[in-house]
């Protein structure tokens, strides 16, 4: 059993005080022997086009991972190992948490076993913020936003840490000794999602930092939960003004695509737009009309809204397969498929909330032996096949330089934009017309 497991079931029993000391020493030996998944902590060995080649890659991506404490045992088991095993042309990855998620990485880093990437693992404090948890909750509750008790969230804190999600090139715009300063394209994911095969997320190299970036989007009729469908839209009214902007896709008033998939890219100048004209619109600092949003805030539907209203030319848009998951199905969905791009793990999810996105049913279930639903209850499967079929063809068709598979691109029909975003609505649109 090597040193660093212990270190790591040390650090469970701290988290999760629960645990037996035997319970431990069980998880301490599982870690140190699994080899079987490519994905765990203490057989990590960074991806080859992350590591070796990362200086013959003209544009690199870093990844941030905002985190508490009680997400550790996910999120270093499996989230942190698939980051470096499947992100294609990852630089560093930053872990934003609170102070007892700190202190457990930094005594990671402290006593790893040589193949983890000390090296390009960083932490920060979300105490470096200029906000907290309290000032989120005051801002909240003097708009009358108030936690519903028949809500399993606390929409205090998930605010919270998606506002750090927001602000994470404000704070780390400048290095220091103790971190390099963050990229000017950064993946920003939850930190339960696990990747599960190597993922590109630059669609071209631009000039001056100005990558073409892919987003994932999904529909209420490709699997996704109807309710996130109607997040960006009423995110921008509040903030923005009515008309101002279009929702995740040029969608003509009708709200069925979302941005909220678990993960989406942040770019420097971008983001620091978005916060530019929330903070003038409003007249108060951004991060204080960002948590004044009614009902819910949806950093990643924001976001992708802004960029595709604004910096079209920077979007190129497509659709990559998840499963919304609990942990007790973990172990066999990251041992066992090839037709998923990542899975989030959200046991705090009732069972209907265990569902695929943009996945074609037929092809899971005939790889994991059990069929997988939609997030959308009153969906039909056969048509949930389809539109997610209908999603793909549109991503071939305007941006066909991924037809060989999700990874780097390495030719470009034509430099997205305005026209392309466009043509996509109108072919993922056609399904319904």
């Known amino acids: 059993m090597s040193a660093f497991a212990c270190v790591y079931a040390a650090a469970l029993a701290i988290i999760i005080p629960e645990v037996s000391a035997s319970d431990l020493a069980m998880e301490c030996s599982r870690c140190a022997d699994r080899s079987t998944t490519g994905v765990n902590l203490i057989q990590l060995k960074a991806n080859p086009t992350s590591a070796s080649a990362i200086r013959s890659v003209s544009s690199t991506i870093d990844v941030v991972v905002v985190a508490h404490h009680d997400d550790a045992p996910i999120l270093l088991k499996y989230a942190l190992p698939s980051i470096f095993h499947s992100i294609n042309g990852l630089r560093y990855v930053f872990i934003v948490g609170t102070p007892q998620l700190i202190k457990l990485v930094q005594d990671i880093k402290t006593e790893a076993d040589p193949g983890f990437p000390t090296g390009r693992v960083f932490v920060v404090s979300q105490e470096m913020y200029p906000f907290n948890l309290e000032q989120v909750k005051a801002a909240r509750l003097r708009a009358g936003l108030k936690n519903d008790a028949r809500d399993q969230k606390d929409r205090h804190a998930w605010t919270y840490q998606q506002l750090l999600k927001l602000y994470s090139h404000t704070v780390l715009a400048m290095g220091s000794g103790e971190r390099p300063a963050l990229s000017s394209n950064a993946l920003i994911a939850d930190a339960d999602v696990v990747w599960l095969r190597p993922t ?92 004044d949003t009614k009902p819910f805030l949806s950093e990643y539907d924001l976001y992708l809204s802004w960029a595709a209203s604004k910096f079209p030319e920077r979007v190129a848009l497509r659709s990559l397969p998840y499963i919304n998951s609990g942990l007790a199905e973990l172990h066999h969905i990251v041992s066992g498929t090839s037709v998923l791009a990542y899975a989030a793990f959200h046991d705090d999810y009732p069972a209907q909330g265990h569902c695929c996105v943009n996945v074609i049913s037929n092809d899971f279930a005939d790889e994991s032996g059990h069929a997988c639903g939609g997030c959308e209850t009153k969906l039909n499967l056969k048509d949930q096949s389809r539109a997610t079929e209908r999603l793909r063809h549109c991503q071939l068709s305007v941006y066909p330089e991924i037809a060989h598979a999700i990874g780097n691109a390495t030719s470009w029909a034509s430099v997205p934009g305005a026209d392309s975003l466009r043509r996509f609505a109108a072919c993922a649109y056609s399904t319904r017309n």
Do not use: M
């Open 200 to 291: 590109s997320f630059i669609y071209q190299v631009g000039s001056a930092g100005q990558d073409i970036c892919w987003y994932s989007v999904a529909s209420k009729d490709s699997g996704a939960f109807e309710g996130d469908a109607l997040y960006g839209d009423d995110d921008i009214q509040t903030l923005l003004g009515a008309a101002r902007l279009h929702e995740a896709l040029p969608d003509q008033g009708r709200k069925s695509f979302t941005g909220v998939t678990h993960h989406s890219v942040f770019q420097a100048d971008v983001v620091r737009a978005l916060l530019d004209e929330i903070a003038t619109e409003n007249s108060i600092p951004a991060w204080e009309a960002l948590a």
